[in-house]
């Protein structure tokens, strides 16, 4: 007499991939056993094994990183300051070099605008916007000019 074998879901997904001593290949109970032993605990999540070099890592990561960001936007600020500083000294009789390569004195300032003048023997002058000094090679130590202040009769 044949007996019909039913099984449902559940004790299918109960059934552990792993073989381990004393299991059968899909973690059923051998023969004599009385109930499918499961790692875990019945199916149940495993959780991670406490402690371990990941604890300590991942703030040890989070905290370089802030430290590395916060470097970065300092130094940027500090060069944006010492290069606005060096571009609004600049004055008549001052040797610059530009973005470009081109190194002169300035000789007239006009607004954002310098006229630059190259070689003194040829005449050769450009104008050249105030951003594009990349660096002051001599200053030329005068003051700034100021406008003549206006006096006032009694």
């Given at each position: ?41 019945g199916?149940a ?9 990941g ?12 430290f ?7 130094s ?18 001052d ?8 190194i ?7 607004g954002d605008?310098y ?9 050769s ?12 090679l ?9 406008p ?7």
């Open positions: 007499m044949l007996h019909a074998f039913e099984m449902n879901a559940a004790q299918i997904a109960s059934w552990s991939v792993v073989v381990q001593e004393g299991q059968s290949v899909l973690g059923a109970p051998q023969s004599g056993d009385a109930a499918p032993v499961v790692p875990g605990g199916g999540a495993q959780s991670a094994p406490p402690g371990g070099l604890n300590f890592m991942m703030p040890l990561l989070a905290l370089m990183m802030v590395l960001v916060l470097s970065t936007v300092m940027g600020r500090k060069e944006k300051k010492k290069r606005a500083e060096m571009l609004s000294s600049i004055r008549k009789r040797r610059v070099r530009t973005i470009g390569g081109m002169g004195t300035i000789v007239e300032i006009k605008e006229l630059l003048e190259t070689d003194r023997n040829s005449n002058r450009a104008w050249i916007d105030r951003n594009a000094v990349s660096a002051v001599k200053s030329s130590g005068l003051p700034a000019e100021e003549a202040a206006e006096t006032t009769k009694a």
